[in-house]
């Protein structure tokens, strides 16, 4: 198999590291070797010190259209080991994501569905061309989410419309999930690329070791009291005082002029 082949691709622009699922005949459907391979590409990522922002994107016309439900049919005595399999890899890549150094971006287009739509709420900032299409899907299926999905939306959309969304199993089209707050912007399908790289290339000019304190603090804000955030805060800025972005910081706000940030 030819690297072009992969299911997952892994590759990078200047600072910038891209994780594209690469199964676009299938709408990019996760099965054992994807979930393995972008686990893997994770790993990679987390390990490479030049990187500073990730953009988790799909070839073709969707992001990612859930599990290739064709694995659990072929075998349906097998389903649940098929299952465990998938998700252990796909949970170990989220929290290999959950513990970068880095903002993470999901740019998706299509079908953003099942695992697809949990990775894009997973992900620190979402980009949806304006074709994209949101659903849970699970229930359709008669399972449960995974893929983190039932602790980010929540968070993202509140109790109360997690659970239509995860119950219901309704498709929700771009414009409707920007203002539910599943994703922050929604593009022209034709600018998806390019205006994901251009704040892919913001992010990961800006200042990271600060990008990944405010990462955590907003991360563990929904479980810590009001004084360990304090804490948290205290000691995170004090660490971030500590290091030459924010000395560059400082001279770029006195000297009014644009900061060069180049901490990791």
């Not at 804490?231 to 770029?252: K, L």
Request: contains cysteine; hydrophobic residues 50%; glycine residues 8%.
């Amino acid at each position: 198999m030819s690297d072009t082949d992969a299911p997952v691709l892994l590759s990078r622009e200047g600072a910038v590291a891209w994780i594209r699922f690469n199964r676009p005949a299938v709408l990019n459907a996760l099965d054992e070797p994807t979930a393995a391979a972008l686990r893997a590409a994770c790993q990679a990522v987390a390990d490479d010190a030049g990187v500073r922002c990730l953009v988790l994107a799909g070839n073709g016309r969707g992001f990612m259209a859930g599990g290739d439900v064709g694995r659990f049919h072929d075998d349906p005595a097998a389903a649940p080991a098929v299952a465990t399999a998938i998700i252990d890899h796909l949970h170990a890549a989220l929290r290999l994501l959950d513990g970068l150094a880095m903002p993470v971006l999901a740019a998706v287009q299509g079908p953003v569905a099942g695992a697809g739509m949990s990775l894009a709420c997973a992900a620190d900032l979402c980009i949806a061309a304006d074709d994209a299409l949101f659903t849970t899907a699970y229930a359709r299926l008669g399972t449960s989410p995974d893929g983190s999905g039932t602790h980010a939306l929540p968070r993202l959309v509140g109790m109360r419309r997690a659970m239509e969304l995860a119950l219901l199993s309704e498709r929700v089209k771009a414009d409707e999930a920007l203002r539910l707050g599943l994703v922050n912007r929604v593009v022209p399908a034709a600018d998806l690329v390019p205006e994901t790289r251009a704040l892919a290339e913001r992010l990961a000019a800006g200042p990271t070791r600060a990008f990944a304190a405010t990462r955590r603090l907003l991360r563990q804000s929904w479980t810590a009291t009001l004084d360990e955030q304090l804490d948290a805060e205290r000691a995170a800025f004090q660490g971030c005082a500590a290091t030459d972005d924010f000395r560059e910081g400082v001279s770029a706000f006195l000297g009014k002029r644009a900061p060069v940030f180049q901490g990791r």
